[in-house]
């Protein structure tokens, strides 16, 4: 049972266009959803995050924004650069609860120069 | 700045063995936590720590064991190694709950 899913493996973005990473969850007890990017060889680094308070945030080229009643967020990165070519995670969590985090299995994405 | 160093970087080990994938934060974060990577499946959590004292089981414990005598190390053990256990470990760790985690590079572990 996927409760965080990334239903596309991969994605292909022109450089200086815009790039839409999507995430869907099905445990109404997320409250708080996190993006990480993975280059080859390294850990994921920590990219942007949002409360279920809000529906947006945004931190420069990068935006998450969240539909609570579609149980879906979503990461806008505006424009894409060659070296944003990665693997993104989403991952949730419940803040009432422990601390685990869910991730989902991932988006490769690739910014063509 | 160190922040989560993971050791051995790499290992081929031989069914059947124990091993201890070793896990240290310099950040003082109160959690920490060890998930593996594979390929279609993303990061599973394996074990988690609230706080030094005690941990929690994830979503994917059985075969592993893990500690947590103190704040800075959170060592992670396989009693006896199986095939399916091939994975990538990554090691995390967060100030608190609602915080963003902060991954090692991980340790690539092949069991023959």
């Known amino acids: 049972d996927q409760q965080v899913k990334q239903n596309s493996p991969s994605l292909s973005v022109q450089e200086g266009r815009i790039s839409i990473l999507n995430c869907d969850y099905t445990?109404?007890?997320?409250?708080?959803f996190l993006w990480y990017k993975k280059y080859p060889a390294e850990g994921p680094t920590f990219l942007i995050s949002?409360?279920?308070?809000?529906d947006k945030n945004e931190d420069g080229r990068f935006t998450v924004f969240l539909n609570k009643s579609a149980k879906h967020l979503s990461l806008h990165i505006v424009p894409s650069q060659p070296g944003d070519s990665a693997v993104y995670f989403c991952?949730?969590?419940?803040?009432?609860?422990?601390?685990?985090?869910?991730f989902g299995t991932g988006t490769r994405l690739k910014v063509l120069a | 700045t160190a922040g989560i160093t993971q050791a051995p970087t790499s290992q081929i080990l031989a069914a059947g063995r124990s091993m201890t994938l070793r896990c240290t934060q310099d950040?003082?974060?109160?959690?920490m936590y060890w998930y593996r990577q594979d390929l279609g499946l993303g990061l599973r959590l394996i074990h988690y720590?609230?706080?030094?004292?005690?941990?929690g089981k994830g979503e994917v414990p059985d075969g592993y064991s893990v500690s947590r005598a103190n704040t800075d190390d959170f060592p992670l053990t396989l009693a006896s190694a199986v095939p399916s256990q091939t994975s990538v470990y990554f090691c995390?760790?967060?100030?608190?709950?609602?915080?963003?985690?902060?991954f090692g590079d991980g340790t690539r572990l092949s069991i023959l």
């Open positions: 445990n109404s007890m997320f409250d708080y």
């Open positions: 995390a760790s967060s100030a608190n709950r609602n915080q963003p985690q902060h």
């Open positions: 720590s609230n706080t030094a004292g005690t941990t």
């Open positions: 949002i409360s279920s308070i809000k």
């Open positions: 950040m003082r974060h109160n959690a």
């Open positions: 991952a949730a969590t419940g803040t009432s609860g422990t601390y685990k985090y869910i």
